[in-house]
């Protein structure tokens, strides 16, 4: 297969067209001529001179042809100078030529590079593209992000068609001032370390939290009120994009995350080590990547390589400087050789386990190592001739006969096909008129000559016919080689037959074995074998991947006529032989003792010959035709593609890169330029990998650790100075992946074999300790910046990963008992948690500035300043859970990490405390704020800073505490003194503004939840006693009050119950409702329950009895005066008989009905109590009824006088309707009962003796009654 770059003559014009631009640019003083990836070119180091040595084979990457075509740029540059004059040349040019050089010398070593990774890729025999890594997300870069804000800002602002709720606009609004606009958000995308799926996992976990503690619906699960936001984040978060909308085709970088061909891991290291596309046709070509037995001879002749290598270290005592632990250097020095020599045989067996089609034995040898001798060998390792029978596919495709003229049309003819050991086939039967027929017949036979047979046949129609006639027959011998187009043969027919120049078209093919490297007729002659110069049918049969047979076949025989292992043998090109009769281009296959001659007929089929036996010996020699150069010079056009490419590879300087020998190379060296370049290209592509390879980057650097014996330990060791060069720079780096390549160089290091090397060369000891050193500087310094170095939690785990690193590096140093090297670790912990507070706090406060500002502006920066904190760790508490979780004994250093924080912030607290005025109190909100943030942490609560917040309020509340006291009792005696009840002051203002005070008093101290419960006990019932003592007081002036107001009305029926006598009612009434809140019960400082409301409520039930008894006397009063007055009239007074000569009226008794009627009215308009109003009514009219029964009574010997009478049944039954309509529950009582009794018989007499009263007054139930007398 040809690299499908660009033809041929497209690569020789663009190479000269380069050459020329090259030479141009140089002349006039360019930078040089090629262009190359920086970062390639600050990276490269040179290979060891010792290891750098020119080979028979090729040339080293530092070879003295590079110096001299660096060299030679130079001249050219200076001869295009400005001035040729030597004395004028400046120290710019000096470097301009040195630069040069450097550019030069870096673009072989790449290109030397290349061709290693090339074979790797084309032939892998050690390494797969692993399928079961974590699928990488695609990275947001800064242009996403500012479009993603955009987004988010546009939904706020309601410009998008997105329909939220409150709830879900919060969350978003959340999230936007939160997480998108935050500053360590934007280092995360600059770090190259943020995906969409962090974004999304971010505000996910944020939502949870809200939807937790929504309220529950019915028929709404939260389950689904999630889906439906992440729904709606989704499409906020994509803008206008459809995800419907088909993609476009991914990007080359898009598509590293997938399983790679080899085309497209071709095309990824060019752009690797900077390869242009015509360097990597050339290279592709002249290698002959396409052909796998090229690639598996290569592979055989570097093992054997590496081999001879180990020898010779092991002969020449050349080995490296080795670590020693228990063991001495010779022990080391043996053991070093054994690895060198397992290495060799695990390629060698993992060679060998690759698939080879074999014959029909389907049998699998390992012989690796063996000598394969002749066939006439007994030696118990040489194969059999049924070890080599090969099966080939023949396929014959009968397309059409010509000349049957004598045969009529409608004569039915067909044809048949046979072989040796198959059965026979037949076409369809067709009429000679149109013998066309292309129908195929397939053949399996194990015979490499086998005769292949087609018969034309006839239909007899004779009665006593029994055959078919055969019209002609044709005898084929093909062979692999035979062409695979339709021919013309002529066929074999009778001697009388009239048809004599029957034609048949025939395509015959013969499939070649995949383990058939090359056949075809040589002339040959051996010592063991062929030894008779003649010409034979050769094959070369790979048995194995170590394992090639050559074989002389005879016409229709399966198995070999003779044969040859072709192991230990060298070929090569050489002279005719003069005695020797047949044959034109000879060459020869020699070891010790046996050699053998062959010799082709043609010079083409001999370079084939000869490239396919050195394939298969392995040697380390390449045989180079003798009329190479003229042939090519000559331009012949029979010369092999192969030898084209190579011709055309030279030409362009890429030989010495082709036939380079890799075992006289330091590949430890080029590996790490590899992985270098290879780590950079990956981070530069379009997914957020964190430092890990994708699939085809690991296969290929695994592949070439493995073919070329990169050690383990030296592997991780590069790509930990990498990742940590990286990590340093400010790039992403996954903590994992550095703990991964610790751990493997760690176990090396200390002798637990992860790869199975026991050796540990000083070159890595030491380079482990330096990288040790750093690891421990990178992980301490990330923990102590864990919140920006890993924001809002991302990447997942990354702050464990790191704890754990360091704890493994800060044990590998200490090689003391393990509880010693876990106090280490805590300690080491403890200094970055502890440095971790002080960077925390520092980024936090610098939005503090405390300059030129008065003390209440402080005091608000201060506030502010602690929310801030607050949100710093609940943030760490929710995003960074898993660094406190990561190890149980973890978790009091992050409790010590945020008392240390909350000192420092304890600083600043102080110092703006300190310049507050004397008695304000706008501080106390500050106390609120830390203490409830504190008081909800298990953890912290009453730790140190809590208890220095603690103390440095328990002053300010005491002392608020009584300046309040204070207040309220100035209150209370200038709110119930003589001049406010002189003045218009509302009296039920006051007190409700003191019991406010009271109770707001409580309330604050009770918000403040103050954390010393003896304290708060304390401070609890002071308040409570003083509440209660204040109450007492008010309570007991109210009543003072109300006994001097109302001793100072006059008793008459004009007696009105005062709004002044209502507000006294309602202050004790408002009292009592209070004490219920504000009295409680509770506990005091020595723990023993009190009761404070029960004495405040005695006192108050003994004020109420006593206003009851007060203003229901006071009412009793005015009935007495009004009894009194009709008791003038009593039978046989002095004064009823000139008082009833007045004709008296019914006015008093309309009078003391209007005053009963006014006075509830009044009680129950101002009163707020209803229990208390009727109380006071039930006292009234019960104590009323006893007054008239008493009065009656003493009346009982007397009859009533008509106007007594007429004026006591109004009075009477007017006032137990008006008591009965306020909702007196027991109107008639037995009082009343005697009364009415009594009313009725006075009635019943004054009916007899004067007739009807009059005026509807009666004791008869009748709704004609008037309320007034005419």
Known sequence: MICPSSSDEEVDDVQQQQQQAGQQETSSGGGGSHHHHQSANSSEQAVPASVTTASSGGRSIKSSEGVAVAAQNGSVTSLGGASPSPSIKSSEEDATLKQQREEEEGRRMRLQLYVFVLRCIAYPFNAKQPTDMARRQAKVNKQQLQTIKDRFRSFLAGETQIAADEAFCNAVNSYYEVFLKSDRVTRMVNSGGCSASDFREVFKNNIEKRVKVLPEIDGLSKETVLSAWMAKFDAIYRGEEDPRRPSNRLPASAASELILSKEQLYEMFQNILSIKKVEHQLLYNACQLDNIDEQAAAIRRELDGRKHAAEKIETQHRFPRFYCRNESEEELQRLYIDELRQQVAL???????????????????????????????????????????????????????????????????????????????????????????????????????????????????????????????????????????????????????????????????????LNMKHCGYLWAQGRSVWKKWKKRYFILVQVSQYNFVMCSYQERKAEPYEMMQLDSFTVDYTVPELDHEGGRAFFNAVKEGDSVMFASDDEQDRILWVQAMYRATGQSHKPIPPTQVQKLSDNKQDAPITQFYADRARKHGMDEFISADPCKYDHSSLYELLQRLTLDHRLNDSYSCLGWFSPGQIFVLDEYCSRYGVRGCHKHLCNLSDLLDRAQQG???????????????????????????????????????????????????????????????????????????????????????????????????????????????????????????????????????????????????????????????????????????????????????????????????????????????????????????????????????????????????????????????????????????????????????????????????????????????????????????????????????????????????????????????????????????????????????????????????????VLSKMSRYDEGSFTASFLSLTKPGMELAVNFNQFVSINQDVILDRINDEVFVNSVFEKWYNTALKIFCDWLNLRSELQLHVYQLKTLIKVFKSFARDFALQGVAEIKTKTHTLIHKRLTVEEATASVTIGSLGNNITMKESDDEVGEDD
């Not at 060679?351 to 390992?366: D, K, Q």
């Not at 009968?398 to 050991?421: F, R, W």
């Not at 292309?438 to 005769?451: I, K, M, V």
């Open 347 to 513: 390629l060698m067996n993992n060679l060998e386990s690759l698939p080879v089609s074999r014959g029909s034995s389907g049998r699998n040898y390992h012989l690796p190592g063996s000598k394969l001798s002749s066939l006439d060998s007994t030696e118990e390792d040489s194969l059999s001739k049924a070890d080599v029978i090969l099966q080939f596919a023949l396929e014959v495709i009968v397309v059409e006969v010509q000349g049957l003229k004598s045969l009529a049309g409608s004569k039915i003819i067909y044809c048949t096909m046979e072989t040796d050991s198959c059965p026979k086939l037949q076409t369809e039967p067709v009429e000679a008129s149109r013998p066309i027929w292309n129908t195929t017949g397939d053949f399996t036979t194990t015979q490499p000559l086998p005769q292949v047979k087609v018969k034309l046949m006839t239909e007899s129609t004779g009665v006593l016919s029994i055959d078919d006639k055969e019209l002609g027959k044709v005898v084929i011998h093909p062979t692999p080689n035979s062409p695979k187009t339709p021919e013309w043969y002529f066929m074999q027919v009778h001697k009388n037959s009239a048809d004599q120049q029957i034609r048949i078209k025939l395509t015959v093919k013969m499939e070649r074995p």
């Open 731 to 1121: 790039i992403m780096i996954d903590p994992t992946l550095i703990h991964y390549s610790y751990a493997f160089c760690s176990s090396h290091v200390y002798g637990s074999r992860p790869d199975g090397i026991g050796t540990v060369t000083m070159d890595e000891k030491q380079r482990f300790d330096e990288i040790r050193t750093r690891m421990k500087i990178y992980a301490m310094d990330q923990i102590t910046r864990f919140r920006y170095c890993f924001p809002f939690g991302r990447p997942q785990g990354a702050l464990k990963a790191t704890l754990t690193l360091l704890g493994r590096v800060a044990m590998d140093e200490d090689p003391g008992p393990e509880s010693g090297r876990e106090a280490k670790v805590r300690e080491l912990v403890r200094h970055c948690l502890k440095e971790a507070a002080l960077v925390n706090y520092t980024r936090v406060s610098d939005y503090a500035k405390f300059d030129e500002m008065d003390s209440y502006k402080k005091l608000q920066v201060i506030i502010h300043l602690a929310e801030l904190c607050i949100d710093v760790l609940q943030q760490n508490e929710e995003h960074h859970f898993e660094g406190r979780e990561s190890f149980e004994w973890y978790s009091d250093l992050m409790v010590e990490h945020s008392e240390t924080f909350w000192s420092l912030f304890a600083v600043d607290m102080d110092s703006v405390l300190e310049k507050q005025q004397p008695d304000t109190w706008d501080s106390f909100p500050l106390f609120q704020l830390l203490n409830d943030h504190l008081m909800g942490d298990e953890r912290l609560k009453t730790g140190k800073f809590h208890s220095h917040l603690r103390d440095t309020f328990a002053p300010l509340v005491i002392r608020y505490v009584d300046l309040m006291e204070s207040s309220i009792a100035q209150s209370i005696d200038r709110g119930f003194g003589k001049e406010v009840w002189d003045s218009n002051q509302s009296i039920n203002v006051i007190a409700s503004d003191i019991l406010w005070k009271l109770q707001a008093l409580q309330t604050f101290i009770l918000d403040l939840h103050w954390p010393d419960t003896i304290f708060a006990s304390h401070i609890e019932h002071r308040l409570k006693l003083t509440t209660s003592d204040m109450m007492q007081s008010m309570v007991a002036r109210t009543l003072n009050r109300f006994k001097n107001l109302l001793q100072s009305c006059r008793i008459s029926l004009d007696f009105r119950v005062t709004s002044q006598l209502c507000q006294l009612i309602n202050v004790a009434i408002e009292c009592r409702n209070q004490s219920q809140k504000i009295c409680a019960s509770g506990l005091d400082a020595s723990g023993t329950q009190h009761i404070y409301h029960a004495v405040v409520d005695e006192i108050l039930d003994s004020a109420f009895t006593e206003m009851q008894s007060l203003i229901v006397s006071k009412f009793n009063k005015v009935l007495e005066i």
